[in-house]
């Protein structure tokens, strides 16, 4: 069926995850991102098809259950709460959890990889959390008011710099989506969303 999980967390985990996401409260990173991520996880089976299914949806459930804007080490800490709560929720269910800590760990990478650097599941997993660069014009921007908002504890400049630097280092890549399902469907707005941030953060 369509829009059906691979496989049933009981309600409690569920629960569970929407408190991490909510600690500490973000502008973005908080379970609507996790929704909106499921999204493309459900589209990405329709067009392309997961090859595994069950990993890379609990990868995506926990891939930023702990973050505090600004660590180095959110996707590491994410990616062992993911083993733990595996081991806690779904013990008898034979799912690599070792895969799904490494998708997560993968995210700490995001605009570093090369298609040829990752399987077919870890590109379409990639991708769906970086979806939102091609999204509607209004959408996009929202999405770049969040991550501003996350780090307004960094001095403004020192922000926009960065931020345009790494905005930049995308729309420069060859490839901006590691997979052909989302290249084909989101690369030329998220290159229009791009220069468009860009442009702004001058």
């Known amino acids: 069926m369509k829009d059906a999980a691979p496989i049933e967390l009981p309600a409690e985990a569920f629960a569970e995850l929407e408190t991490f996401y909510a600690t500490p409260p973000r ?7 996790v929704q909106e991520v499921l999204k493309h996880y459900f589209a990405a089976g329709e067009g392309a ?8 949806y609990l990868a995506v459930l926990y891939h930023d259950a702990i973050y505090e804007a600004g660590r180095s ?14 081991a806690r929720w779904l013990p008898d269910r034979k799912v690599d959890a070792a895969r799904v800590a490494e998708l997560i760990d993968l995210t700490a990478r995001h605009g570093q990889l090369r298609a040829d650097q ?3 599941d870890a590109a379409l997993f990639l991708d769906c959390d970086m979806a939102i660069l091609g999204a509607e014009p209004a959408v996009f921007d929202a999405y770049d008011r969040g991550i501003a908002a996350e780090y307004r504890h960094v001095p403004g400049w020192l ?11 995308l729309l420069e890549k060859e490839r901006i989506f ?8 989101y690369d030329a707005q998220a290159r229009a969303n791009l220069r468009r941030a860009i442009n702004t953060k001058r």
Request: net charge positive; hydrophobic share 40%; charged share 35%.
């Open 178 to 185: 590691l997979s052909d399902f989302f290249h084909a469907s």
């Open 27 to 33: 502008a973005y990173h908080n379970f609507a991102h």
């Open 159 to 169: 922000f926009k710099l960065n931020r345009r630097r790494f905005l930049k280092a």
């Open 49 to 56: 098809g997961w090859d595994r299914p069950v990993e890379p």
């Open 118 to 120: 990752v399987d077919r």
């Open 73 to 86: 080490d959110n996707e590491a800490r994410s990616a062992e709460l993911a083993l733990d709560r595996i």
